[in-house]
């Protein structure tokens, strides 16, 4: 079964998020396979947004993130906890949004093209099992409608896979 997450232009970014997550809550309904379902969160993000980069890093051990799926350029394989954006959201258990990376402290550049970043805590039952992070091609790309359908995203995810 053949499923597109392109969306019409010139709908507003609130109802681009309802009506994606109407769609991803089928995607993913009866997906247990966590690599699985994050390759095909990814590649549904960036077909219905369009980010520049959207990919997971999973727990790989109490101090470090490792590489997950993903879509876009390389990216780095590991991400020690409390370092970058990816590892402070982790240590911090919240959401990041960063509207100017080179203004983040300590941030880790995988691509000198990335501007601007959100990163997901994926949390289930108070365990963080990785994040989400989304990077953007412009500054100041991402804002509170992005955060709230994003973290509904994960929570959506994390309830599939993890219940």
Known sequence: MEQRFTQAPGIDKKTRYAQFLQQYGALIEGERDEISVMANTAAALKEAFGFFWVGFYRVASPQELSLGPFQGSLACYRIRKGRGVCGTAWAEKRTLVVPDVDAFPGHIACSSLSRSE?????????EIKGVLDIDSDRLNDFDETDRKG????????AGALYA
């Open 118 to 126: 959100i990163v997901i805590p994926i949390i289930y039952n108070e």
């Open 150 to 157: 994003l973290e509904e995203t994960i929570r959506l995810m």
